[in-house]
């Protein structure tokens, strides 16, 4: 997704539920919350998308050791692989050496581990499929398959996009 994309996409999820948007990891708690997506620079990577209709307390976590430095301090998301939240990972639009694609992902129960998820999980699933749908819908392969990757309109028209 580009940014482009990313205004559509939010549009589609704020017309689906109440939504709150979480940066995985920043300076405060408050910073956490935000009401869109940040442009893209460092730190701004990853975000969960929580769908307020089912319960959630947010539990966080500090960065004590930071090989960088850079977030040594900062606040990050402890508990959002048992949340009622879908993650999204932008696409860094890097050359093809350091490309990263992004994803829009639910852990789910499988990976949440112990104590797994505590909410109705085949409800959440009708809100998750609705919003993989809509991706397929409006997202293009460039070669079809199960697995391959969907660009949405603007990612697909960019110059240089695999």
Not at 135 to 145: A, D, H, L, S
Request: with cysteine.
């Amino acid at each position: 997704m580009t940014d482009r994309d990313e205004e559509a996409f939010l549009a589609f999820l704020r017309s689906t539920a109440d939504i709150q948007l979480l940066e995985s990891c920043a300076p405060s708690k408050e910073a956490i919350w935000v009401d869109g997506f940040a442009p893209r620079e460092h730190g701004h990577w990853q975000y969960f998308i929580w769908n307020k209709a089912f319960p959630w307390d947010v539990e966080y976590g500090q960065v004590d050791r930071d090989a960088t430095g850079e977030r040594q301090g900062w606040v990050y998301v402890r508990n959002a692989s048992t949340a009622p939240v879908i993650e999204y990972d932008r696409h860094n639009f890097a050359d093809e050496q350091g490309l990263s694609y992004g994803r829009v992902y639910w852990a789910k129960s499988w990976a949440a581990g112990p104590p797994g998820v505590n909410y109705d999980i085949d409800s959440f699933t009708k809100w998750y499929n609705r919003v993989v749908r809509w991706i397929r819908k409006y997202g293009k392969q460039r070669e079809p398959g199960a697995y391959n990757l969907y660009y949405l309109p603007d990612a697909l028209s960019r110059d240089g996009a695999p």
